[in-house]
């Protein structure tokens, strides 16, 4: 099978081939210099862009770094290799983890990409003692959103703007050996050039716009399309005119929410209330 016979329509190892191929070929590296960075053959590195073999996860993470890809393989790689995600939500990681610019307001709990690993573990251990999920599952949930987190500190990382209900940070997820950790890690997030978050209290009352937990993303031609999660199964939304009313619910939040001198003056009191 050459190049061009590979689909990336066919499965998500195809597109994982295509992906990892465009990536090489973006650096100038021919399969054989590649291999001998990966520590591979270049045998290998074509028999991963073929399709014909899966790389290990060890050799995906080292040709995220080497080919600056922002994480991009890992997630990819998550995608297919593993089947304890929503529906939904594998398209959309693919998409976050190419936007230039994500706004997510997130209730109940700290958004994924801004948990501490011990917040990740607690908040999936509690799914597994309810019967949610698998021990299988939770481990597998928890790699992905910890990879996800890589777009954060990448070299170009996207603009990110985050609006947490106050039931986010007052929910003591694990007691405070989780929680303090965590909220102190949210104030060191607002300090980078790149990330803003906003606390809405509870007194906003009637002028929270969204009643449930909602994402836009900013796709590198510009084009944005939307997010949002069931129970059950995740739902990419691109029809124009509801991801427009989204935008314009979403900025009339961000004026409406205290600001981020305000919010992390918040998350700071919530954390000290813990530490006492």
Known sequence: MNKKDLDP??????????????????KGLTQAQLGDLLGVTGTYVGCFERASRMPHIDTVNR?????????????????????????????????????IELRLFETGIIPGLFQTPEYVQTELARAVSRGNISTEQAAERAAVRLARQ?????????????????????????????????????????????????????????????????TLLTLPDHTRVGYVESMKQGYVERDLATVQEWSRDYDRLQVDAPSVADSVAMIRTVREELER
């Open 150 to 214: 890589s777009l954060i500190t990448r070299q170009s990382p996207p603009v990110l703007h985050v609006v947490m209900d106050e039931s986010a940070i007052r929910w003591q997820l694990g007691g405070p050996e989780v929680m303090v950790p965590q909220l102190r890690y949210l104030e060191e997030l607002a300090e980078l050039p790149r990330v803003t978050i906003q606390v809405v209290p509870f007194t906003l009352g009637a002028h929270r716009l969204f009643r449930s937990c909602v």
């Open 63 to 99: 040709a995220d770094e080497v080919l600056e890809t922002g994480g991009t393989l890992a997630l990819m790689y998550w995608n297919f290799r593993y089947t304890a995600l929503r529906e939904g939500f594998p398209e959309f990681v693919e998409h976050e983890a190419v936007a």
């Open 9 to 26: 329509t066919i499965s998500p190892a195809h597109a994982f081939g295509v992906q990892f191929r465009r990536s090489r070929e973006a």
